[in-house]
């Protein structure tokens, strides 16, 4: 099901985030570019990309190495199993050493949680039912 | 996504959003602003919590909406950025009135969401 004593499925991950890190490295298979913007870091590693990761290319081995810092359950999580069952990638534990500063340093950690910063927005309205109507709208907009 | 509405007599009621809508179809942005609204387990109580987090509890909204005049309402929207439906989002706001009373945006988002709230309504919308 996987390769080396270390390795496992993303399945059996915690749906959220990792703790600690993981290294995937797979051999370039188109079978699992799964978005055009990550296709260059190809394979296995593009798809971990896709799902926040991080990936990169060795030229000189022909593989690609990434550090997955976050995976959460989407439909990606399945084809990338596959792969890792099928022994096309494996999927292994990393000491913390070797993960990128972003995921030891908390400062690099909340630099990245800033960009994800909420803004709050108080709108205020002469009827009672506007901004219930304002609401649906957005919701609306939402659905779209 | 909470509204806020103070009836005629003066009292006071909180509205919190219902709707069930999975992280993956919320947009991004501004309209993260207002449509990428933060459902973090897309919960009515997960509205409440968020806004929560960011010191908007149900007593500050109470307060809040109790200094509003009778029989007047107002929405509390948690966002995220950046948005890629900015325009959309302004354009189907344009003309529903309300002002903008707090926020933490960028002052020109800020107007410009404001300015699409005051706008007058097109013809035929």
Redesign the interface.
């Known amino acids: 099901m996987t390769h080396g004593g270390a390795s496992q499925t993303l399945t059996s991950m915690p749906s959220k985030r990792l703790r600690g890190g993981f290294s995937l490295t797979s051999k370039n298979d188109s079978r699992l570019t799964p978005a055009p913007a990550a296709s260059s870091a190809g394979g296995a590693c593009a798809q971990a990309a896709f799902l926040q990761g991080e990936a990169s290319f060795d030229g000189t081995k022909g593989v690609h190495h990434c550090v997955i810092e976050a995976c959460r359950a989407k439909e990606g999580d399945a084809s990338l199993n596959e792969f890792v069952r099928s022994g096309t990638a494996r999927l292994s534990r990393i000491p913390p050493t070797r993960l990128p500063s972003s995921a030891v340093d908390p400062k690099a950690a909340n630099s990245k949680k800033e960009n994800k910063i909420s803004n709050l927005v108080v709108v205020a309205f002469d009827e009672p039912h506007q901004a219930e109507e304002v609401r649906l709208k957005l919701q609306k907009l939402q659905n779209e | ?1 909470v ?5 005629k007599v003066g009292k006071a009621k909180l ?1 919190h ?1 219902t ?1 069930l ?1 999975p992280d ?4 991004q942005g ?9 459902f973090h387990n897309a919960t009515t109580g997960a509205a409440s919590r ?2 929560a987090d ?1 010191g ?1 509890n149900d007593h500050f909204m109470k307060t ?1 909406t109790s200094m ?2 009778l ?11 950046p948005t890629p439906s900015k325009d ?2 302004l354009e ?2 344009r003309g ?10 960028s002052h020109e988002d800020a107007s410009r ?1 404001q300015a699409a ?1 005051s706008a007058p309504k097109l013809a035929g919308s």
């Open positions: 996504m509204v806020a509405v103070k009836d509205h959003a709707n809508i993956d179809m919320v947009f501004f309209c993260g602003s207002l449509a990428s609204l933060i968020a806004l960011v908007i809040f509003l005049t029989g007047s309402s107002a929405l509390f929207v948690l966002t995220r950025t959309r989002l189907e706001l529903l009135g309300g002002k903008v009373l707090m926020t933490s945006l969401l709230l």
